[in-house]
């Protein structure tokens, strides 16, 4: 498998530190030194299938397929507005797919397990071209009188296009319980039989709980791949990892005892954007040239329940249309 496309897009209200600040107990340095995020982005005017479309229609673009020729649509999102039907659903007529869709909740590792999936179909020759789009609003999780959760996250929505070739080597991505480090609970409706009382729980995050966690798991993953592939830190020419936090991402750098240039991060500018995180890393340096023909990648992830997921690749250029004139 390999990719052919890619795409993001980003909520037009940027929320800086300084203006979190305005009625939180926190500042600019509290918040820089802790995570290294200095902005966001979150929804006001847009909405989260918006988003999701713009994305994924910026990915069909590059990869010069036609929505029509799309075998499979899977997203991932942890939650939005609505259960039933599924963002995928929504999403097919406006992207002109007519497919079989579903969504996927692997949380913030939730990018690399529909890779992991969409692998596993174009190799049983269950698909051929795949579209997959990767939609989160975190802030709508959050309770917005608190610091600890609210400062950490941004809204956004990032896709990629894959079918078959050279591109994958080697995919691990694995699961633990781990509820209480990590979690956001809504309620059901009620029911005349139900004798549970049900009430909805703002994002809940044990910080220090979910930091040793996800170095522990992602360094875990690294390793494995690396081993199992016979490589060394030094083969991997950038690391592309979930960007949540700068801290974990240093951990995860000083242990492999590679150079910084290796770990291009975004986070400043979004903060968390959950599963999308990667996908946005992977449609900026590609844009930007800074993704070469035949560079080796490791991307990484974690997130809630605790999961984790990583994989090796060999980049393909991707050649993106000429911006249209105004």
Known sequence: MKIIGTGSALPSKEVTNDMLAGFLETSDSWITSRTGIKTRRLLSTETLSELALKAGMSALESSGLKPEEIDYLICSNVANSYVSPSLGSI???????????????????????????????????????????????????????????TVLFGDAASALVVTEGEGFKDFRVTGETHTDALYYKRSLETTPYDRVE??????????????????????KDVDMLLERNGMKGDDIDMYLLHQANLRIIDSIREHLEQPQEKFPTNLQRYGNTSSASIGILIDELSRAGQLKDGMTLMLSAFGGGFVTGATILTWSEVHYPEPTKE
């Not at 049900?198 to 966690?213: A, I």
Request: aromatic share 8%; glycine share 6%.
């Open 91 to 149: 999403l097919l007529a406006p992207l002109g797919c007519c497919c079989p869709c579903f969504d996927l909740n692997g949380a913030c590792a939730g990018l690399i397990y529909s890779l992991d999936i969409a692998d596993a179909f174009i190799k049983t020759g269950k698909a051929k071209k795949i579209l997959i789009i990767a939609a989160e609003e975190p802030s709508r999780f959050c309770n917005w009188h608190e610091r600890e959760t």
């Open 198 to 219: 049900e009430k909805t729980t703002p994002l809940v995050m044990q910080g220090r709980e979910v930091f040793k966690l996800a170095v522990r798991s992602c360094i």
